[in-house]
């Protein structure tokens, strides 16, 4: 419980903020155009990405460059049901021009829109639970880990591309005309899904402050700075490394949903090996094992992107590959670092982040 006496001047500070940037996101639709509104909701979307990556990578050192599969995956579920919703029934064209005469068994489940929602989680936290128990459990990490979600982007986005007649092939799903039987197009239902895609972002943000504080988190963070000495004391690394890689897939997942909602269509191309790895630039640059940092990060380079690419859209991958060398050689703890250099007060300033110091929790 949080008494009067632990509500230091610091800490009443990044309530405020928090409180500050909450009432700024809720309100935004007062100030913004639907195409504006539209691209903020998806940016939001990428900033819950980044929440659950920085959980793997930022938290527990594993660095993961096949989240896009998980983003992905929560994004062609949705994208099922919404193709259902606007055919009423009828038969989706791809497959139509692929010879198909009748829905296929594993798509009929998705004309409701709950099963679509638990899919979406399901799926990518499943996957990544299986991945996990397999790699984990034979203590494979670091490069190779991160060789083998490489491996695993290029062979789901082969399978997704290859069968043409059931995902739309490179084509992907697309459109998408009502959501619970309203019309997505409508103001009122672009700023009732910005709304939910805010305060979904607000909630996890909530469910991985939560996470990093608890025992479990100390234990993570642990894990990050010396694994063998976490096993010593009594832990198996590999079970909170598995939690944490499916959740962090879970809302990679939820992502994905949200996604496709502003955007209007998911293809392998959205979900391959380009975008796996922005997402894990938008938290290096952010801060990785801040949150904050991983957040904004992630809202900030979308934003330059959409803002640079139609300006100088030649030369926006350099401007991208520009800002992370800069970063990774003077900013190696992203903005958020750069940010706690000059934070207010005149106390002494400490020679390691708060978030890299870490006890170890008694077994």
Known sequence: MLTLKKLTPARIWLLIGYAAAAAALFSAPMFLSDFRLNLLAKFLAFAIVALGLDLIWGFTGILSLGHGIFFG??????????????????????????GLNQLPWFWKPFENFGFAVLMGILIPAVLALFLGFFTFRNRIRGVYFTILTQALVI???????????????????????????????????KRMLYWITAAV????????????KSRFGKVLRAIRDGENRVRFI??????????????????????????????????????????????????AIGGRGTLIGAALGAVLMNWAKSE????????????????????????????????????????????????????????
């Not at 972002?201 to 990093?212: E, K, M, S």
């Not at 962090?248 to 975008?275: K, R």
Request: net charge positive.
């Open 155 to 189: 062979i789901t986005t082969t399978l997704l591309v290859g069968q043409q007649a059931y995902t739309g092939g490179t084509n992907g799903v697309t459109g998408y005309s009502k959501i619970l039987g309203q019309s997505i197009a409508s103001s009122d239902t």
């Open 234 to 283: 009594g832990y198996n690394p590999a079970v909170y490394q598995m939690v944490i890689f499916t959740i962090s897939a879970a809302l990679a997942g939820i992502a994905g949903m949200l996604f496709v909602l502003h955007v209007g269509i998911i293809s392998p191309s959205m979900m391959g090996i380009v975008p796996s790895i922005e997402m894990v630039l938008w938290v």
């Open 73 to 98: 995956l929560g994004a062609y579920a949705m994208a099922m049901y919404l193709k259902l919703e606007a055919g009423g029934g009828k038969l989706p064209d791809f497959m139509g021009w692929s």
């Open 201 to 212: 972002l607000i909630a996890v943000f909530i469910l991985c402050r939560y996470i990093v």
């Open 308 to 363: 640079f690419s139609t300006t100088y859209p030649e030369g926006w991958t350099y401007f991208l590959g520009a800002v992370f060398i800069v970063v990774v050689v003077f900013l190696p703890n992203g903005l958020m670092g750069l940010a706690s250099k000059f934070k207010l007060g005149k106390g002494k300033r400490r020679s390691e982040p708060e978030h890299d110091r870490v006890e170890y929790p008694a077994v």
